[in-house]
């Protein structure tokens, strides 16, 4: 039972998940959610990454062993296929549930995230529209902790934008590792069309734009926190760069792209829990 536990935790993409989890839970904070209202979107939120962790390692286990992607939990034996897709289905039920704890609004919302990003397992990811549920799902992920607030109040634009624009730029950064392995077996999203160099120009930009549009989106002139988010948006793609080359000749895979873009998304988190300008 506890390889499984592990299996199960391992085939759910654990590090975007508690990153993705944590900004949702510290943006509820930032625009005046209760403790039990911050539950509910953490909550929320965690059962919709999740679902959308174990649908991805579910569907393209197949995959992964054809690659010998070995110290992925299915193919290594960590934990079967049919157990992964099962608790995916669970989770998937359990985030409109869970959401529903907030209003209706809000649950459709998260639910629109959810249904986006499975999308994006099959059959968008080997299409050029690969990026279109991620800028979906990360546009809806703030649209549903402001809409979950009593009154269901109406996100603004720049704040969904941002969120789009960041989620765009976690694509091209994910995929990188993995273009290799995905040209192996028939992938081919707009990242392994654009190939490892535009890839990585467009998580940059893209990066950049998310920040530069939560820094100067809000009304009033940018304060110094929010100029400093834009200077660590600039910088954490290189380092990230620069990491995955120090991975790749060390033999290990370059997730450090992958990495930066959830550091600036805390950042960036960060800086709108401390700006106060959200709703």
């Known amino acids: 039972m506890s390889t499984t536990v592990l299996g199960l935790v391992r085939a759910s993409h654990p590090e975007p998940t508690a990153a993705v989890t944590t900004v949702a839970g510290l943006l509820a904070v930032g625009v005046g959610h209760r403790p039990a209202g911050t539950a509910a979107v953490a909550l929320s939120v965690l059962a919709s990454q999740l679902a959308t962790g174990w649908t991805n390692d579910a569907v393209d286990a197949g995959r992964d062993a054809a690659v010998g992607r070995t110290e992925k939990p299915i193919p290594g034996g960590a934990v079967g296929r049919r157990t992964v897709a099962w608790s995916a289905a669970v989770a998937a039920l359990a985030t409109p549930a869970l959401a529903l704890l907030t209003n209706p609004w809000a649950a459709a919302a998260l639910t629109l995230a959810l249904a986006s990003a499975l999308l994006y397992d099959w059959p968008l990811k080997s299409t050029p529209l690969s990026v279109l549920p991620y800028a979906v799902s990360f546009g809806a992920l703030p649209a549903f902790v402001v809409l979950a607030l009593p009154g269901a109040p109406a996100?603004?634009?720049?704040?969904?934008?941002?969120?789009?624009l960041l989620g765009a730029g976690a694509h091209f950064a994910n995929v990188l590792p993995d273009l290799?392995?995905?040209?192996?077996?028939?992938?081919?999203g707009l990242p392994h069309r654009l190939g490892a160099t535009g890839s990585r120009v467009a998580a940059a930009g893209l990066l950049l734009a998310a920040t530069g549009t939560l820094v100067f989106g809000p009304p009033g002139p940018p304060s110094g926190v929010g100029l400093t988010a834009v200077l660590a948006?600039?910088?954490a793609p290189l380092v990230g760069w620069y990491g995955g080359r120090a991975a790749v000749r060390a033999g290990r895979r370059p997730v450090s792209a992958f990495r930066a873009v959830m550091l600036v998304a805390l950042i960036?988190?960060?800086l709108l829990v401390t700006s106060g300008r959200v709703v």
């Open 155 to 164: 996100p603004p634009v720049w704040l969904i934008a941002a969120g789009a």
């Open 180 to 188: 290799a392995d995905d040209a192996r077996t028939g992938v081919r």
């Open 233 to 235: 948006a600039v910088v």
């Open 268 to 270: 960036d988190v960060v």
